[in-house]
C-alpha cells in the first residue's frame, strides 16, 4: 500500500473488506489531531472532547460506505463532529439542568484549573468570550479564526451560504471584541 | 491564512493582541493511543452493524412506510385544526414561537416581535434566533448585512 495513500485512496481501500480496518485507521490518525482540537474548542474539557471525538469517528466508520466524495473527506468529519458537539452540549446542558445561555461561562469556568489548559489570561478571557456566543456562531468563528478554514469548506460543513457565514463571523469577532474590551 | 482573505475578516485591536497559539493539551501520548481506542469500538460496531451491507430488511421498508403514513394523517389532521391563515403582522410572541408559518416570516418582523413582547435579553433572543436559522439553513445574510 501506499505509504501516503490520498482521502480517495483511503475511501477506497475503505470499501474492501480486507483492507478496511487498516483505511479507517489511517483515516483517524490523518484526521484526529484537526477534529479531537476543533471539539475540544468547543466542548473545553478533554474528557468531554475524548468521548465526543470517538463518537464523531464511530458515526464516520457507520457513514464511510455512503460518503459521495461529493464533499472533502475532512468536512464531512467537520460537519460530524460539530453535530456531535452541539448535541453533547445540549445533552450536558439539560442533563445539569443549568442554562449556559444566560452567563455562557459554565463550560469554561474551570479552565483556571485545568491542567491540560495552557493559556494566558488573555487566552482564557479569549475563551470566556467565545463561549458567550450561540452555538454556531462559535463553531463559525472557531472554524475560521483558529482552523483558518475557507469560507468556501465553512459552508460545506455547516451547509450555510458563503455571505452569511462571513457576516456571523463578523458579528462574532465584534462581541468578542467588546467582550475583551469590557473585561 | 492567505493575504487576500485575512485583509476582509475583522479583528480588534483587543483580539489582535491575544496569542494565536492553541492552549488546550492533551495527556501525553493521546493521539498515539486514540485510533486504537476508535478501532475497538469500531470492532464491537461491526459485530452490531456490519458495514455497507447495503441491504435493508423487509421490517425496515415496513416500518419507514407506517411512519410515512402517520405523518401524512397527522398532516392533514394539523392543516383542518389550524383553520384561516393569521397575518403575520398580528401574531403573538407565542404564536411565533409555535406557528407553523414560521419559515414564511419576515425575519426583520420576528426580531421587532421578540424584543418586543419576547421573555429574555437581546443577546439570548438574537442567539437563538440565529441558531434556529442556521439550523434550518437560512441565509441570514440580509439579517447581518442591515446590522453592520
Excluded at chain 1, 460539530?82 to 455562557?104: I, P
Excluded at chain 2, 419576515?106 to 433572543?125: H, K, T, W, Y
Aim: aromatic share 10%; net charge negative; proline share 4%.
Amino acid at each position: 500500500m501506499d505509504h501516503n495513500p490520498s482521502d480517495r485512496e483511503l475511501l477506497r481501500l475503505f470499501t474492501n473488506e480486507s483492507t478496511r480496518d487498516k483505511a479507517f485507521t489511517d483515516l483517524v490518525t490523518r484526521y484526529q489531531e484537526r477534529v479531537y482540537f476543533h471539539i475540544r474548542r468547543l466542548v473545553i474539557d478533554h474528557d468531554d472532547a475524548n468521548d465526543v471525538v470517538q463518537n464523531t469517528f464511530i458515526k464516520a466508520w457507520q457513514g464511510l460506505h455512503r460518503f459521495r466524495g461529493d464533499a472533502q473527506l475532512y468536512t464531512w468529519l467537520y460537519r460530524i463532529a460539530t453535530n456531535e458537539s452541539l448535541t453533547f452540549l445540549k445533552r450536558k446542558k439539560a442533563a445539569a439542568q443549568v442554562s449556559y445561555d444566560e452567563s455562557g461561562m459554565e463550560p469554561v469556568a474551570g479552565l483556571a484549573d485545568d491542567p491540560l489548559f495552557t493559556g494566558d489570561r488573555l487566552q482564557r478571557k479569549l475563551q470566556e468570550a467565545i463561549a458567550r456566543l450561540p452555538h454556531k456562531q462559535k463553531v463559525v468563528f472557531n472554524l475560521r479564526y483558529f482552523d483558518e478554514m475557507k469560507y468556501e469548506e465553512m459552508s460545506e460543513v455547516l451547509e450555510t451560504s458563503v455571505g452569511a457565514l462571513k457576516a456571523s463571523y463578523h458579528h462574532a469577532a465584534r462581541k468578542i471584541e467588546d467582550y475583551l474590551l469590557g473585561h | 491564512m492567505p493575504p487576500e482573505q485575512e485583509n476582509t475578516d475583522f479583528k480588534g485591536d483587543s483580539l489582535s493582541r491575544v496569542s494565536r497559539e492553541n492552549p488546550f493539551r492533551v495527556p501525553d501520548d493521546y493521539f498515539r493511543q486514540l485510533p486504537a481506542a476508535i478501532a475497538g469500538r469500531a470492532g464491537q460496531e461491526r459485530i452490531l452493524r456490519p458495514v455497507g451491507d447495503g441491504r435493508r430488511p423487509f421490517r425496515t421498508y415496513a416500518a419507514a412506510a407506517c411512519v410515512a403514513v402517520v405523518m401524512l394523517l397527522a398532516g392533514i389532521y394539523a392543516s383542518v385544526l389550524r383553520g384561516p391563515a393569521h397575518d403575520p403582522a398580528t401574531l403573538t410572541y407565542e404564536q411565533v414561537s409555535n406557528s407553523v408559518y414560521f419559515h414564511d416570516l419576515d425575519i426583520f418582523l420576528l426580531m421587532d416581535e421578540v424584543a418586543r413582547q419576547g421573555p429574555g435579553n437581546g443577546d439570548s433572543d438574537e442567539g437563538y434566533i440565529e441558531d434556529y436559522l442556521l439550523d434550518h439553513s437560512a441565509d441570514i445574510s440580509d439579517y447581518y448585512i442591515e446590522q453592520l
